[in-house]
């Protein structure tokens, strides 16, 4: 049974360090089901692209805007989550969109310093009132790309972000002089651990090169209260409808063919959050 949502004291952790990580959030039997489903998913398998690192390697990835009543759509929608989020946030959220990271075993791609502000400020989002919570499917290791996160660096505020491969990458003028000052912390995760994570904190994550895979859901809700200004590829304010944890195991493995709500798949053509910006030439050109 999920572990209920963070207590109030965390907030002042989430504040000072950008991030706040719940150990065994899920348990064993709900974890399953999730890696169970999205593993023997077509459809997620299907919607899946892929985003150059700028290192030879690609991430792959499934997004989606709405959260459904799928197995995934439980986990965005349960009391646990949602209630870490509002109350990290103070106030109501809304679901802004979920993806799975599918960084698979020998092959899967890094991902550059960055923040997720630095791709969303260009949506219409006024405010940093974003949070995202990172679930732990897999296992995550330092040998198979954990994420890693400048601890703190979210007080920096946004920071400009340009075009590395397919990826939006922070300055790394302002990266290295962060590195010098701030704490690295790779964030090692048991499956069912779920990390807490501010819009403007700097992270990042290696590429796989070990035998295991990394796979992680991570749903991201925007302060209802940040509603964006205009229409973008992710949604403005879409009331969230919780649902208690037990929906979980009651949804069993319920995939994406097995409901017909309209989730508004995100293609990669379709997401000009990174594309948007300036290209790194340097880096483009060596």
């Excluded at 706040?20 to 997620?44: G, H, Y």
């Excluded at 290791?141 to 939006?168: F, P, W, Y």
């Excluded at 919780?242 to 989730?263: H, M, N, Y």
Aim: proline share 3%; with cysteine.
């Amino acid at each position: 049974m999920a572990a209920g949502p963070l207590k109030k004291q965390t907030s002042q952790e989430y504040e000072r360090d950008g991030f706040v990580i719940a150990r065994q959030m899920f348990d064993a039997e709900e974890i399953d089901l999730l890696r169970r489903s999205a593993k023997e998913d077509r459809e997620l398998d299907q919607h899946a692209f892929g985003r150059g690192d700028g290192e030879g390697g690609t991430v792959r990835l499934s997004l989606w805007n709405h959260p459904g009543d799928t197995i995934y759509g439980m986990f965005a929608r349960c009391e646990t989550i949602v209630n870490s989020a509002e109350m990290l946030l103070d106030g109501e959220v809304y679901h802004y969109h979920s993806k799975m990271i599918m960084k698979d075993a020998k092959v899967g791609g890094a991902w550059a310093w960055h923040q997720d502000y630095g791709y969303w400020y260009q949506n219409g989002v006024l405010f940093p009132l974003l949070t995202s919570a990172f679930i732990a499917v897999d296992p995550a290791t330092r040998e198979n790309g954990c994420m890693q996160v400048l601890k703190g660096s979210h007080l920096m505020g946004r920071i400009d972000h340009i075009l590395t491969g397919d990826q939006a990458g922070a300055d790394l003028e302002r990266v290295r002089e962060a590195e010098n000052r701030l704490e690295l912390v790779y964030v090692e995760m048991d499956p069912g651990d779920v990390l807490f994570f501010h819009s403007n904190l700097l992270h990042r994550s290696d590429q796989n090169r070990s035998d295991k895979p990394r796979w992680a859901m991570i749903c991201c809700y925007n302060a209802a209260r940040n509603d964006p200004y205009k229409e973008a590829h992710h949604p403005r304010y879409t009331p969230l409808h919780k649902v208690p944890d037990s929906a979980i195991r009651e949804a069993g493995l319920r995939r994406f063919a097995d409901s017909k709500a309209d989730v508004a798949w995100l293609e990669d053509a379709k997401d000009q959050s990174a594309r948007s910006l300036k290209t790194d030439t340097h880096t483009a050109a060596s």
